[in-house]
């Protein structure tokens, strides 16, 4: 069965800094790979979806996220962290091979931002 | 933009209570889902369905649980007989095939 981890459950950075979330998936095969974002008391909303078309993946809000076969890794950045980021991150991965199967969350990061 | 729409978004019940959490799924999307976030903790698959039919379950979606397509446009989790630990955010999702599966704004759900 897929799974992915999410290495730390909370990370800070200060305002203008680079934002790293690290994410590591189970499975040899490249899967279907997201990240979710959640503001408070808000749903879902993807940041961006890794389909096998290229290894380095743009999202919304400055987002990206660059998927490694041979660290099994799709860590995700930002050059440079806004306040508005501060929310929770999912990293995530499609259960088979179509992204309408279902999908396997990580425990989540919780990212604050430091004035 | 269309999107998958939720009602209630807090529901407050008894322990032992039905409830019903209704979702609107993006108008041509073919494949719907269930999922649930408890408090603090991460979200989990609950079911899936497609063609009028459950196409796959998760060990959390015992017989307390079902869900229906009523009619063209909704979709529903029905919990016959509410626990506390059914407390949790519950999120809808729909889709086509080969395309990302789209969230709604969750259900709260308290259970007392």
């Known amino acids: 069965a897929q799974s992915v981890t999410q290495l730390g459950s909370h990370v800070s950075v200060s305002e203008g800094a680079l934002v790293l979330l690290r994410c590591n998936y189970s499975?040899?095969?490249?899967?279907?790979l997201f990240w979710y974002v959640q503001y408070p008391n808000q749903g879902l909303q993807l940041l961006l979806k890794?389909?096998?078309?290229?290894?380095l993946v743009k999202g919304i809000n400055g987002f990206e996220a660059e998927f490694k076969k041979s660290e099994t890794s799709f860590h995700l950045t930002k050059p440079s962290a806004h306040m508005s980021d501060a929310a929770e991150y999912f990293c995530?991965?499609?259960?088979?091979?179509?992204?309408?199967?279902?999908?396997?969350f990580g425990s989540g990061t919780r990212l604050s931002i430091r004035p | 933009e269309p999107e998958v729409t939720q009602t209630p978004s807090h529901q407050v019940t008894q322990m032992g209570q039905e409830v019903i959490l209704r979702c609107v799924p993006i108008?041509?999307?073919?494949?719907f889902y269930w999922y649930r976030q408890i408090l603090g903790q991460k979200v989990e698959f609950l079911v899936s369905?497609?063609?009028?039919?459950?196409?796959?379950k998760s060990e959390i979606f015992d017989d307390q649980f079902s869900v229906e397509r009523p009619d063209g446009s909704n979709f529903t989790l029905k919990i016959r007989s509410t626990k506390l630990e059914d407390s949790a955010m519950y999120f809808c999702?729909?889709?086509?095939?080969?395309?990302?599966?789209?969230f709604g704004p969750g259900t709260r759900l308290l259970v007392l």
């Open positions: 999702a729909s889709t086509r095939r080969e395309e990302t599966q789209y």
């Open positions: 499975s040899s095969v490249p899967p279907y």
């Open positions: 890794y389909t096998s078309a290229a290894t």
């Open positions: 995530a991965v499609s259960e088979g091979y179509s992204s309408a199967s279902k999908i396997i």
């Open positions: 108008s041509n999307h073919l494949y």
């Open positions: 369905f497609y063609n009028n039919e459950i196409s796959e």
